[in-house]
């Protein structure tokens, strides 16, 4: 299954910096709101398109991500811990 949702701002005005919003936006702001869904198969596809009237999170609402830098540490750490392991096992 496929879900394509499109918001189109040629204003350049729906959203107020480069950041990723914490909160979903508000759809008068954007010229086009549509949802596009497909299923099925190719002797028996299913489609569904329409208009977006809200947006609504409903999972993991203001749920921070971790940053790079996080990430890269507990790459890093996940690394030394396998090697070390790895040692243990070879002596």
């Known amino acids: 299954m496929s879900i394509e949702i499109r918001l189109d701002d040629f204003t350049g005005t729906a959203f107020s910096n480069t950041s990723l919003p914490l909160a979903p936006p508000n759809l008068a702001a954007f010229t086009s709101v549509r949802f596009a869904l497909f299923d099925g198969t190719?002797?028996?596809?299913?489609?569904?398109?329409?208009?977006?009237?809200?947006?609504?999170?409903?999972?993991?609402?203001?749920?921070?991500?971790?940053?790079?830098?996080?990430?890269?540490?507990?790459?890093?750490?996940?690394?030394?811990?396998?090697?070390?392991?790895?040692r243990s096992v070879v002596r």
């Open 42 to 86: 190719l002797d028996n596809p299913i489609e569904a398109e329409g208009v977006l009237r809200t947006l609504q999170c409903t999972a993991g609402c203001g749920r921070a991500v971790p940053e790079p830098n996080a990430m890269l540490l507990i790459g890093v750490a996940l690394g030394a811990l396998g090697l070390a392991r790895r």
